[in-house]
């Protein structure tokens, strides 16, 4: 199966009288590895929601593959794009192997429930991400790196060609951030996944992500290579902090 | 497998013994014959009088199918609702259901007419109403969004629940000679069981567990939440309100023929998740089969001292023991 491709054709979200997002125009091609930046409140988690369906926005379309995002059957379109957040809370005691299991929800008889072929998924998936160990853990008892870990691999063994990742490495420590962004890299050149995430760590971005995404207030203010993006004077009005502070792509941001 | 076919076993089991059992003492032995013989038409001469059949067939047969069938409601509806609002402490009775047949129960003893059609009178039917209109209330109020936070939903249950037992107490001052009813009615007890009632409750109780099983796949994404479960494919205002519909109508059903009977629905659900895990498709029929049981056996213990209520002896049995299993079971799925 090939990757995804993404188009936004001017999206623009309102909540109350309120515009979050205002006429952003996206593509991304088939396996692209792009990463949305901004500050707080920029409005980043609210696109990822309406590229996946879960706000509707007040102008604007959603296309993946061509197609708009309202013409696809619910599965169909989960079996196409996959959402992570930054945070999964279980309610009951749930073992490692059957959380991957719900990754499998879209493809799985829906009477009959999971088949052969979706084991062989759930068991790739766990292969994949290397928590063969954790398989029959419960799942509230791990470390919030761990149970990252999970979800990375439910969200494999769900198959989708695009994913969307909203603060995925949040909770986890150095090793685990540098594993998720291979993880993520080697999704899109090996299996020509389409990647958007949302990152706080501009320099974990700028490091891993060769096209960043600068949101602010609601308006895509730059798209581009980190260093053509990440410029002194862009950190310091959006971000509003000197930019030595920051480091792009292994090396300190040179005030111009 | 296993789980399931000592399920089913001890299903027949508590169906045989409880039949056997009650406080007018019949031969087992001439109990299984009356069974074999009127219902599977083994050839048997009858030995037996009148009376015995009449006590196996007509009181007791009923009245252990309907414990069944309420205990697999009640355990199916706390075992949904329990997912669906994401919180372990929920019951069949936390939306309003037990407070609304509560009411209803009272006002049809207040009235002065007295009706009754295929078994059922006044007081269940209006229990019935009752619990469906309390969650309908709550379910409209709480306006979910697409994705609300169903502690919204919780609250406005707890809120609709206190109004609803402010007009009980006031309904129970009022009743004067007629309070003993409604307190029997509040305890839960099967002993006016009949094969009408049994008929219509099953029938309640089969679309509501049809409706609930074809689900499953549902409340297993939502074990995520609701926004990760629509990300999973699913339509989740459409299945919310499919499993909010089937767990109500049979927690409904339950309520009118039985009273109140606590603990089935939240105790056996964990039960099953404590052995098998928390997914859908083994939970709800599992839950089904032990609810039978458990509620199936606890009836038995309700009536061989005369008749205890039965809600009493759920509690009495079930706390205890869940207690233990707490302590003591270890799989891997700590509560």
């Given at each position: 199966?090939?990757?995804?491709?993404?188009?936004?054709?001017?999206?623009?979200?309102?909540?109350?009288?309120?515009?979050?997002?205002?006429?952003?125009?996206?593509?991304?091609?088939?396996?692209?590895?792009?990463?949305?930046?901004?500050?707080?409140?920029?409005?980043?988690?609210?696109?990822?929601?309406?590229?996946?369906?879960?706000?509707?926005?007040?102008?604007?379309?959603?296309?993946?593959?061509?197609?708009?995002?309202?013409?696809?059957?619910?599965?169909?379109?989960?079996?196409?794009?996959?959402?992570?957040?930054?945070?999964?809370?279980?309610?009951?005691?749930?073992?490692?192997?059957?959380?991957?299991?719900?990754?499998?929800?879209?493809?799985?008889?829906?009477?009959?429930?999971?088949?052969?072929?979706?084991?062989?998924?759930?068991?790739?998936?766990?292969?994949?991400?290397?928590?063969?160990?954790?398989?029959?853990?419960?799942?509230?008892?791990?470390?919030?790196?761990?149970?990252?870990?999970?979800?990375?691999?439910?969200?494999?063994?769900?198959?989708?060609?695009?994913?969307?990742?909203?603060?995925?490495?949040v909770h986890l420590d150095l090793r685990h951030q540098v594993d998720t962004m291979e993880l993520l890299r080697d999704l899109a050149t090996r299996d020509s996944v389409t990647v958007l995430a949302v990152l706080h760590d501009v320099g974990l971005a700028s490091h891993f992500f060769p096209r960043?995404?600068?949101?602010?207030?609601?308006?895509?203010?730059?798209?581009?290579?980190?260093?053509?993006?990440?410029?002194?004077?862009?950190?310091?009005?959006?971000?509003?902090?000197?930019?030595?502070?920051?480091?792009?792509?292994?090396?300190?941001?040179?005030?111009? | 497998?296993?789980?399931?076919?000592?399920?089913?076993?001890?299903?027949?089991?508590?169906?045989?013994?409880?039949?056997?059992?009650?406080?007018?003492?019949?031969?087992?032995?001439?109990?299984?014959?009356?069974?074999?013989?009127?219902?599977?038409?083994?050839?048997?001469?009858?030995?037996?009088?009148?009376?015995?059949?009449?006590?196996?067939?007509?009181?007791?047969?009923?009245?252990?199918?309907?414990?069944?069938?309420?205990?697999?409601?009640?355990?199916?509806?706390?075992?949904?609702?329990?997912?669906?609002?994401?919180?372990?402490?929920?019951?069949?009775?936390?939306?309003?259901?037990?407070?609304?047949?509560?009411?209803?129960?009272?006002?049809?003893?207040?009235?002065?007419?007295?009706?009754?059609?295929?078994?059922?009178?006044?007081?269940?039917?209006?229990?019935?109403?009752?619990?469906?209109?309390?969650?309908?209330?709550?379910?409209?109020?709480?306006?979910?969004?697409?994705?609300?936070?169903?502690?919204?939903?919780?609250?406005?249950?707890?809120?609709?629940?206190?109004?609803?037992?402010?007009?009980?107490?006031?309904?129970?001052?009022?009743?004067?000679?007629?309070?003993?009813?409604?307190?029997?009615?509040?305890?839960?007890?099967?002993?006016?069981?009949?094969?009408?009632?049994?008929?219509?409750?099953?029938?309640?109780?089969?679309?509501?567990?049809?409706?609930?099983?074809?689900?499953?796949?549902?409340?297993?994404?939502?074990?995520?939440?609701?926004?990760?479960?629509?990300?999973?494919?699913?339509?989740?205002?459409?299945?919310?309100?499919?499993?909010?519909?089937?767990?109500?109508?049979?927690?409904?059903?339950?309520?009118?023929?039985?009273?109140?009977?606590?603990?089935?629905?939240?105790?056996?659900?964990?039960?099953?998740?404590?052995?098998?895990?928390?997914?859908?498709?083994?939970?709800?029929?599992?839950?089904?089969?032990?609810?039978?049981?458990?509620?199936?056996?606890?009836?038995?213990?309700?009536?061989?001292?005369?008749?205890?209520?039965?809600?009493?002896?759920?509690?009495?049995?079930?706390?205890?023991?869940?207690?233990?299993?707490?302590?003591?079971?270890?799989?891997?799925?700590?509560?």
């Open positions: 199966m090939s990757g995804a491709e993404l188009e936004l054709r001017g999206i623009s979200v309102d909540y109350g009288a309120r515009r979050v997002l205002d006429g952003i125009d996206l593509h991304l091609a088939p396996g692209e590895l792009a990463c949305l930046l901004g500050p707080n409140g920029a409005g980043k988690s609210t696109l990822l929601r309406a590229i996946s369906g879960a706000v509707r926005p007040a102008t604007g379309t959603v296309l993946i593959d061509g197609v708009p995002l309202d013409e696809y059957e619910r599965p169909a379109l989960a079996r196409r794009l996959a959402v992570v957040p930054g945070q999964t809370v279980v309610a009951f005691p749930m073992r490692v192997d059957e959380l991957v299991a719900l990754g499998r929800v879209p493809h799985e008889h829906p009477l009959l429930g999971p088949q052969a072929v979706d084991r062989t998924a759930i068991d790739h998936a766990i292969e994949r991400i290397g928590i063969g160990h954790l398989r029959h853990r419960d799942v509230r008892e791990l470390s919030l790196g761990e149970r990252q870990l999970a979800v990375l691999a439910m969200t494999i063994a769900q198959g989708a060609q695009l994913l969307l990742l909203d603060e995925p490495t960043l995404l600068l949101l602010d207030d609601g308006r895509l203010i730059a798209d581009g290579e980190p260093r053509a993006v990440l410029t002194p004077e862009r950190l310091r009005q959006v971000y509003g902090v000197d930019p030595r502070f920051v480091t792009v792509a292994g090396s300190p941001v040179k005030p111009a | 497998m296993l789980l399931a076919s000592v399920g089913v076993l001890l299903l027949l089991v508590t169906l045989v013994v409880g039949v056997c059992f009650g406080n007018v003492s019949i031969a087992p032995a001439d109990t299984l014959v009356i069974l074999g013989h009127r219902l599977f038409g083994w050839p048997a001469a009858v030995t037996w009088p009148q009376s015995s059949e009449i006590i196996v067939l007509e009181l007791r047969l009923p009245r252990v199918l309907t414990a069944m069938a309420v205990g697999t409601a009640l355990s199916l509806a706390g075992a949904v609702y329990q997912g669906l609002l994401r919180n372990p402490l929920a019951d069949p009775y936390v939306l309003g259901t037990a407070r609304g047949a509560a009411l209803g129960a009272a006002i049809a003893v207040l009235l002065p007419v007295q009706v009754a059609l295929l078994g059922l009178g006044l007081i269940e039917v209006f229990a019935f109403v009752g619990a469906l209109l309390a969650v309908t209330v709550v379910y409209r109020a709480s306006r979910l969004g697409a994705f609300s936070s169903l502690t919204s939903v919780l609250l406005t249950g707890y809120a609709v629940g206190s109004l609803l037992a402010a007009g009980l107490a006031m309904t129970m001052y009022l009743s004067g000679d007629n309070l003993r009813q409604i307190f029997n009615y509040l305890l839960g007890s099967f002993a006016l069981a009949s094969w009408p009632q049994f008929a219509v409750s099953l029938l309640i109780i089969a679309v509501g567990s049809l409706l609930m099983g074809s689900r499953t796949r549902s409340l297993n994404a939502l074990l995520l939440g609701e926004e990760a479960a629509a990300h999973l494919g699913i339509d989740v205002r459409r299945d919310r309100l499919i499993l909010l519909t089937g767990a109500t109508l049979v927690t409904a059903a339950s309520v009118a023929v039985s009273g109140l009977i606590g603990f089935v629905g939240l105790v056996v659900p964990h039960l099953v998740r404590l052995v098998v895990g928390p997914n859908a498709r083994l939970l709800l029929p599992l839950a089904a089969v032990y609810g039978a049981v458990f509620l199936g056996l606890a009836d038995l213990i309700a009536r061989i001292p005369g008749e205890l209520p039965v809600g009493v002896v759920t509690a009495i049995f079930g706390a205890p023991f869940f207690l233990y299993l707490l302590r003591h079971y270890r799989t891997g799925y700590a509560l």
